[in-house]
């Protein structure tokens, strides 16, 4: 079992940055891949970004391309997403996910349901 918990949304200008992070407990954090999704109202969940176990291997959708970027910290159980140049269409419910992972590069793990644990989310909202 792993809970996950996320923190770091909040409402933020066009074009400013939030850095959204992810703690995780119950379960050897290394043994998991580590993504983050997006739901906006009215539309189906996405993927934003992956990372692969150790962290070597990252993947991100088209859509955040060049403005989000994923990391994780083995030693503290964390896992993190930096967004910078926010877009109104970046408004969301962004939520972390673990997979059970045997070592697979990260562009392995871009559906949900590969993931075998969620957290309850949290709000970004990007809004002048």
């Known amino acids: 079992q792993v809970q996950l918990v996320e923190s770091g949304g909040g409402l933020v200008q066009p074009g400013g940055s939030l850095r959204l992070s992810c703690a995780a407990s119950g379960s050897i954090f290394s043994l998991y891949a580590m993504g983050w999704f997006r739901q906006a109202p009215g539309k189906e969940r996405e993927f934003v970004a992956s990372i692969s176990r150790s962290g070597s291997s990252t993947f991100d959708a088209d859509s955040v391309k060049g403005r989000f970027t994923i990391s994780r910290d083995n030693a503290k159980n964390t896992v993190s997403l930096q967004m910078d140049s926010l877009k109104p269409e970046d408004t969301a419910v962004y939520y972390c996910?673990?997979?059970?992972?045997?070592?697979?590069?990260?562009?392995?793990?871009?559906?949900?349901?590969?993931?075998?644990?969620w957290g309850q989310g949290t709000q970004v909202t990007v809004s002048s």
């Open positions: 996910a673990a997979a059970q992972s045997l070592g697979s590069s990260a562009s392995y793990y871009t559906t949900g349901r590969l993931y075998s644990y």
